[in-house]
């Protein structure tokens, strides 16, 4: 509709109430025309975004037809494209008031005076389309929890409204807000996080999503009734859970709650692999072997149990019978030969993949007191062979320490320098070693591969006039 057009049509309508008759659209039908002067002055002073015009309501020369004129224009807009335009200038208002950072998230912060002189000029009966407009739009668009401190909105509206605080859905899903928050964090339900003025943080939910979130509720469990359900103890089933074979894990250190959070399916999936086998009986032919006995006699070594479980899941290794009177993976019954020589190779490969101290410390390069002194440390992994009580290190291990740090020595003959002298000049660029002579006893000096490192060694590397004296 056009400009002039449009207030041509409020013009009208103003002018039948001026001269006594009824009609024009239904939510402005019952406004005397005092009344819907009063609106339209309202509704016009807020959408005309006229700069300089801090009181909005507080229009110089508005006597004059150069003040009158985008006023009326902007209340014809609003007016008379019901609810659209209403809610096209509670939008404009908000995105006006965007850098006022104080209150952002109350409605004072985001409608500025708007919100309680509307509330507080136009609560008669007659104006009730649009106070009803506005709770419509919060409805929709308000992403934050409405408490019983929102008093000037309606208490239906309040009670249903989608969003929700984590704390208030935990009350009604029965759970804590911690948990709400890692599931959300996790990605596992849906939600957003709202900060406050003050910077606290706070998980909002959408009420019509409680049914789906008690549902993924029901699909996770701590490690206590993991255990339980595997027919394990609880460091068993970390086993499992540090080497990624019970799925999505949501750890309490990495994620600062009480408890581990598992996926319930993902270990019922996993105990299908072993819920058609036949009941074990001690007078077969066959010399069989529980799981929870082969832990405790066969499988020794801490690694050989998750290769074991994987295994079983591959199909390379599978029980031959389970105990009636025991629950999960520890009712197993594994074939006792065929158990022992799958451990055999396991050992086997581990020792073909892995090397003495003096081995890894030729090819690292280091000399053997700097290799035992970094196994000390914690810097190089190392696995202590079983049987013989020997340190070994994996090959793949060598590769990551390859690629996490750098002897001072290469570093000095990359760049045609003394050792000494490639110290000096990294401590006064604030770069220092892990562990040296002067740090720890080390006999040789060690650095952390990083971004900073790298550039002062590529600057160096460019412009040997640089260095410092």
Not at 67 to 96: C, K, Q, S
Not at 111 to 121: A, R
Not at 171 to 180: G, M, N, Q
Not at 434 to 445: E, K, L, M, N
Request: a positive charge; proline letters at 5%; charged letters at 25%.
């Amino acid at each position: 509709m056009a400009a002039g057009e449009i207030e041509t049509i409020f013009a009208t309508l103003l002018r039948d109430r001026l001269t006594g008759c009824d009609g024009g659209p239904e939510h402005l039908q019952f406004l005397q025309l005092a009344q819907l002067h009063r609106l339209a002055v309202f509704l016009g002073a807020y959408a005309d975004p006229a700069p300089g015009r801090r009181i909005l309501l507080k229009i110089p020369r508005f006597a004059t037809m150069q003040a009158v004129r985008p006023i009326a224009h902007y209340a014809a807009e609003t007016l008379l494209d019901w609810p659209d335009g209403f809610h096209r200038l509670l939008r404009n208002l908000r995105a006006r008031r965007q850098e006022n950072v104080r209150r952002g998230n109350q409605f004072i912060g985001q409608f500025g005076s708007f919100y309680s002189f509307m509330f507080e000029q136009f609560s008669q009966p007659e104006f009730s389309a649009i106070i009803y407009a506005f709770e419509a739009y919060i409805a929709e668009n308000w992403p934050r929890p409405l408490t019983n401190r929102n008093k000037l909105l309606s208490k239906d509206l309040r009670q249903k409204h989608i969003w929700i605080p984590a704390k208030e859905a935990a009350h009604v899903l029965a759970t804590s807000p911690r948990k709400l928050a890692l599931l959300h964090k996790a990605g596992r339900i849906a939600g957003h996080v709202m900060a406050t003025p003050g910077g606290r943080k706070m998980l909002c939910i959408d009420r019509r999503e409680l049914s789906q979130i008690a549902d993924s509720l029901r699909e996770t469990v701590d490690l206590r009734s993991a255990a339980q359900l595997l027919g394990l103890q609880r460091r068993r089933v970390s086993q499992l859970i540090e080497h990624r074979l019970l799925g999505p894990a949501i750890a309490p250190k990495a994620h600062r709650s009480s408890s581990w959070i598992l996926s319930r399916s993902f270990l019922e999936n996993l105990l299908v692999l072993g819920s058609n086998l036949p009941d074990w009986h001690e007078n077969t032919d066959r010399l069989g072997l529980s799981l929870n006995d082969a832990l405790r006699f066969v499988l020794h070594r801490e690694s050989l149990f998750p290769n074991l479980i994987l295994s079983v899941i591959e199909g390379e290794m599978l029980p031959i019978a389970a105990i009636a009177d025991r629950a999960g993976m520890g009712a197993w019954v594994f074939d006792r030969e065929e158990l022992t020589d799958w451990r055999d190779r396991q050992l086997e490969t581990l020792r073909e993949e892995a090397l003495t101290v003096p081995e890894a410390a030729r090819r690292l390069g280091l000399k053997q007191e700097t290799a035992y002194h970094l196994l000390a440390r914690g810097i190089l992994p190392f696995t202590v062979d079983p049987d013989t009580d020997q340190r070994l290190i994996r090959k793949s291990e060598l590769d990551g320490f390859r690629e996490s740090y750098v002897l001072g020595s290469q570093i000095a003959l990359e760049l045609n320098l003394s050792p000494r002298r490639v110290i000096q000049i990294l401590e006064k660029l604030g770069i220092f070693a892990v562990c040296g002579p002067a740090i720890d006893g080390s006999r040789q000096y060690l650095y952390r591969r990083d971004t900073a490192l790298q550039a002062v060694v590529e600057a160096l590397w460019r412009d040997a006039e640089r260095l410092p004296s």
